[in-house]
């Protein structure tokens, strides 16, 4: 278990230097999510130390999880028919999108290949049963990073110096309570983690 920030461990995952996958991104959010985005990366490592994960991956997926937050639905769809994803995507939208369909753009754009990180961009959104301790950690970063305010999220905070786990149970239990309310679509995949990740 890698626990501490390793910085060769970066340039062999990323073929940039921190300053310009900053900068990349800043050209593709608005401040407000930019500034967000930072504040995951940090949030992100600060988990992985706690739980002895990769600090390193945990920093590039949190910094990047948001990195397609902005672009065009056409373009999503556009990419949803290029890498030939499932056609049931076509029924939702940017909530969903900018997750499962935007980790293509980390790919594609930044040259990021590695497996572990695209996967916990792209699960972000909607979840998995299997989620890896890396998987949750960007997933819960997201939710309870300092600048959220919302109702509920220091319920999540204190969830999350019980575990992670935990963390990810009332995340879920949360986020599909909300959605519920808002009666909005709720894509299966986020069901099946709640069946499995949160319930006792
Ligand atoms: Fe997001
Ligand atoms: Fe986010």
């Given at each position: 278990m890698a626990s501490d920030y390793d910085p060769q461990l970066f340039q062999e995952l990323v073929p940039h230097t921190h300053e310009e996958v900053v900068a990349a991104l800043k050209e593709h959010l608005g401040d407000y999510r930019f500034q967000h985005c930072l504040r995951v990366e940090k949030q992100a490592m600060t988990i992985a130390e706690t739980v002895g994960a990769d600090v390193t991956r945990a920093g590039i997926a949190g910094l990047l999880h948001?990195?397609?937050?902005?672009?065009t639905d056409e373009e999503f769809q556009v990419m949803i028919t290029a890498q030939h994803l499932?056609?049931?995507?076509?029924?939702?939208?940017n909530a969903i999108w900018h997750g499962v369909v935007g980790r293509y753009f980390v790919e594609q754009e930044?040259?990021?290949?590695?497996e572990p990180i695209l996967q916990a961009i792209g699960r972000h959104t909607i979840g998995d049963p299997q989620m890896t301790t890396l998987d949750k950690i960007v997933f819960v970063a997201d939710y309870v990073e300092p600048g959220r305010d919302f109702p509920g999220v220091e319920d999540a905070r204190a969830a999350l110096a019980i575990g992670l786990d935990q963390a990810v149970a009332k995340e879920l239990q949360e986020t599909i309570l909300h959605l519920v309310q808002k009666q909005n679509k709720i894509y299966p995949t986020t069901f099946a983690t709640y069946n499995e990740l949160g319930t006792n």
């Open positions: 948001d990195y397609a937050k902005e672009r499932s056609a049931d995507l076509l029924d939702y939208g930044l040259g990021i290949h590695d």
